[in-house]
Structure formats: structure tokens, C-alpha cells
């Protein structure tokens, strides 16, 4: 119980600007941390939602509200995964070969087609987002959409090779095993029926999202030969965008 609680301490500093009373990073309890990951996607969805019932609440303009919603996540999650989307992006719209394509997801300086790729994940966030409140879709799924893509990015964590020497990939990975691979797979089957209660309709969020990170995984591997953080946190900024423009399409 204590690695948990440690590895739950660990995640959400990692992973969010939220505060806690005493910060803790103890390796041995790392590996636990893709298990509960998830439930960082939870606080994180808690929070998005409590923004769009209070932005409904006071009647606040969609074009406002559209906004608000749109950068809420990444503030609470300080903009990591972004970081990361930018990197893989650069890597692999540079058309180099795969040894380039390394080079360039390591290099910490930011390249044109990242900013490109960034541009336009924004105007399809926004446009999906607005679409979405317009047809005015159950909230609730804010929530969700960040449980199911941590839980897609936990389990490729640990169901894949390290790439290279990735201090955080192998950091997450060692001491996993099927347990882990378990409690995510009944997380998202869980999701699935939460899914299924909020509308008909809404089960098809999550299995878009699933195929999505299904298919950016495969084509990383290809193009890059393994994953790392970066590559996790490209398919789970991919993969909640495409969950958002399944709310604005149903």
C-alpha cells in the first residue's frame, strides 16, 4: 500500500502542476506509477469537467468557453505531454531516416514542423470543442477522455521495448507485469460501460480512441523503432484531440 500511495504522490507531481503537502520520489515505487496513471487521467478529467459546468453555470460565451476549455487541461497538466508532441512531431514529419529522426527527438530545440503540428492540433481542438458545446454534449465525457488515453499510453509504456536508453521508459516498465497489464485493460472495459450509460453513442469516443493509439503506436515503431516518454505523450495528446472530435461528430 505504501509503494502505491508513493507512486500516486509521484505521478500526480510528475504529471500535474497540482500541489501536494510533501513531494516523494522513491524509484522502487515506480513501477506501480503506469498502474494508477489512469487515475491521474481521472483528477485531471474531475477538473476539466468542473471548468465546463461552471463556465455553462455562469452562462459564459461558447467562443470563451471554447477557449477556457481547450487550454484547461494542459495548464493542469503543465504542459508535458505537449512537450512531448512537439518532439515526435519534428521527428516524424522531418522524412529523414531513422537514425535523423533520433537525432532530432532528442535535440531539445524546437523545429518549424512542430510549431506547424501544434497550430494545427489547436484549430482542430478548438473547432471540435466549440462543435461539441454547440450541440451541447453530457460533460461527464470530459472525465473520461483523459482516463482512456493515460490508460492507452500506460499500457503501450509497458507492453513495449524502451527506446534506446530511456531513463522514464525503462523507469515504468521494470517490475510490470501482467497484473498491470490486467488492472488497465478492466479500467478501460470499465470506461466502456461508463461510456455506454452517458448515451448510446458516447461508446464510440473510447474505441476511436483506442484504435487511434493503436495505429500511432505501430507507426512509431516503425519510423522511430521503439517508444519512449515523448512518444507516449504524442499518442495521448492524439488520441484525447481524436476523443474530442468524436464528441463534435456524434
Excluded: Q
Excluded at 502505491?4 to 502542476?17: C, E, I, R
Excluded at 477522455?145 to 509497458?158: L, N
Amino acid at each position: 500500500m505504501k509503494n502505491l500511495l508513493n507512486a500516486f504522490n509521484m505521478a500526480v507531481s510528475m504529471f500535474t502542476v497540482i500541489p501536494l503537502p510533501k513531494y516523494i520520489w522513491e524509484e522502487k515505487s515506480a513501477k506501480y506509477m503506469m498502474r494508477i496513471y489512469p487515475f491521474v487521467g481521472f483528477i485531471v478529467g474531475l477538473i476539466w469537467y468542473g471548468g465546463g459546468v461552471l463556465l455553462k453555470y455562469f452562462e459564459i460565451s461558447l467562443m470563451m468557453s471554447t477557449g477556457i476549455l481547450l487550454t484547461l487541461p494542459f495548464i493542469v497538466t503543465g504542459f508535458i505531454h505537449l512537450d512531448g508532441f512537439m518532439d515526435v512531431c519534428d521527428a516524424l514529419l522531418s522524412r529523414k531516416s531513422k537514425e535523423d529522426k533520433l537525432k532530432i527527438l532528442k535535440d531539445s530545440r524546437v523545429g518549424a514542423f512542430a510549431v506547424i503540428a501544434l497550430g494545427l492540433l489547436f484549430i482542430m481542438d478548438f473547432a471540435g470543442i466549440y462543435t461539441a458545446l454547440e450541440k451541447d454534449f453530457n460533460l461527464i465525457a470530459l472525465i473520461l477522455i483523459p482516463i482512456i488515453s493515460r490508460t492507452i499510453a500506460a499500457y503501450i509504456i509497458i507492453s513495449n521495448e524502451p527506446l534506446g536508453e530511456s531513463y522514464y521508459g525503462n523507469l515504468f516498465k521494470n517490475g510490470t507485469g501482467k497484473i498491470d497489464k490486467i488492472t488497465l485493460g478492466i479500467t478501460f472495459i470499465i470506461i466502456l460501460i461508463l461510456s455506454y450509460f452517458l448515451g448510446n453513442k458516447y461508446i464510440i469516443m473510447p474505441l476511436v480512441m483506442g484504435v487511434v493509439g493503436l495505429i500511432l503506436l505501430k507507426n512509431c515503431k516503425k519510423e522511430l523503432g521503439g517508444i519512449n516518454g515523448d512518444v507516449a505523450g504524442y499518442i495521448l495528446v492524439l488520441t484525447e484531440v481524436f476523443g474530442i472530435l468524436v464528441l463534435a461528430i456524434i
